[in-house]
């Protein structure tokens, strides 16, 4: 049984959530920066919200999807990589 594929893709998924970490911490740590993000999601600015993400120093493929209730940012690896892994990050900003 070969697991080196598995490995890799383990890898790249250790990247793609050090990325998110660093965006988990920026936005918990900055209003200003959160009340940003939630006000182009809210106004639909889906170039936006990337762009304020990618300030962070986001290196992934990203995309980002959203409703009145929250934010899902979906972070991937390469193209060139297969498009191997995916890491979503789901967040509210209202209550349920």
Wanted: charged share 25%; aromatic share 6%.
């Amino acid at each position: 049984m070969d697991s080196s594929i598995f490995v890799t893709s383990a890898a790249s998924t250790y990247s793609l959530a050090e990325q998110a970490v660093r965006v988990l911490d920026r936005l918990r740590s900055s209003h200003s920066l959160a009340t940003a993000v939630m006000d182009a999601a809210q106004r639909g600015d889906k170039t936006e919200v990337i762009r304020l993400i990618r300030e962070i120093g986001v290196q992934s493929r990203l995309d980002v999807k959203f409703t009145p209730d929250g934010i899902q940012i979906i972070f991937n690896t390469d193209p060139a990589a297969g498009r191997c892994c995916e890491l979503e990050v789901k967040m509210r900003w209202n209550p349920s």
